[in-house]
């Protein structure tokens, strides 16, 4: 359900959900409150309804579907999708098996994936450029972080110096909470304007040619940006007893290899939401994912209205 408490009208599409882990399950059974008959391949089968459809391919799943779902997680770069028994290639043929006319929606848009789509002239949505579906994923993403922080050290977060490098929506909330466990926190952004959010926030703004002034001081760096910030140079910076969580993506922003030489514990950590809180995780899709599908699909239908 969205704000407002309204169910999402999928009534009459078929859609098909590829892989995923038991957040998938809780979207699922959305998609069906929503009116939708949905398929599933590689998707969890505990807990799922028996109104869906368990099928036994994925060219099966895909058949005559007017969306594909993909995981928030997207393909691999090789264009493999991560199912509960093997990866499956979200390939130019299986995609053909769905509607003419078919959306694909994806958590990540990756090259292959969107040549694919180009291809067959299928419309692809990156699910993970919504600002609801961000911002309340930043929340279980945030504590995944700081838990894995918590772990990783001998000393508590209060009183801590922290460095958050990325001023998104994760970024921010995350900084928010390291700030209220009573961490020193540092921010790290490139635009003036964030930074003189993090400033307002009672943070320390930094600007990304600053971090190797700011490095030395810090005990936990989190990053956030899906780039390489952490080079080399930067992480030998760092004193050998700080700690990195890196939220990026794969392959990450870090140079593990440089934080391995330097006896630095770094750590990879994207897709938090669904390892440190599957249900509320599940939730948050169940809740924004129908009415992505919804509106995309209205939208296209106001593009061909008569006289448009």
Request: proline share 6%.
């Amino acid at each position: 359900m969205n704000e407002a408490g309204r169910v999402a009208n999928l009534s009459g599409l078929s859609i098909c959900v590829f892989g995923g882990d038991h957040r998938e399950v809780e979207l699922v059974c959305a998609l069906i409150d929503s009116g939708a008959h949905v398929s599933c391949f590689g998707t969890p089968t505990e807990g799922l309804r028996s109104e869906a459809v368990v099928a036994p391919s994925a060219r099966d799943a895909c058949a005559g579907a007017d969306a594909v779902i993909l995981p928030l997680s997207g393909t691999d770069l090789g264009g493999n999708v991560k199912i509960t028994s093997r990866p499956v290639a979200v390939t130019r043929e299986l995609l053909a098996m769905a509607d003419s006319a078919a959306m694909v929606f994806s958590g990540i848009v990756r090259p292959c994936l969107a040549a694919e789509c180009a291809a067959l002239g299928l419309a692809v949505v990156d699910t993970g450029e919504d600002d609801e579906l961000a911002i309340l994923n930043s929340i279980p993403s945030a504590e995944g972080a700081i838990l894995m922080a918590m772990q990783a050290t001998p000393f508590t977060i209060h009183n801590s110096n922290c460095l958050v490098i990325g001023s998104g929506r994760t970024g921010l909330t995350l900084a928010r909470m390291l700030h209220g466990l009573g961490a020193h926190v540092w921010v790290a952004a490139r635009k003036a304007k964030d930074r003189a959010r993090a400033f307002e926030m009672g943070m320390e703004p930094v600007d990304f040619p600053d971090l190797s002034h700011c490095l030395p001081q810090i005990d936990i760096v989190f990053n956030t940006a899906p780039a390489l910030v952490l080079d080399r140079s930067l992480v030998y910076t760092l004193r050998r007893t700080a700690v990195i969580i890196d939220l990026a993506s794969t392959p990450g922003g870090t140079d593990f290899v440089a934080a391995a030489e330097r006896g630095i514990h770094a750590e990879l950590a994207p897709g938090l939401p669904g390892k440190v809180a599957p249900l509320t995780a599940g939730r948050i899709l169940a809740r924004v994912i129908p009415r992505i599908i919804e509106n995309e699909f209205r939208k296209r239908e106001r593009e061909h209205e008569p006289g448009r």
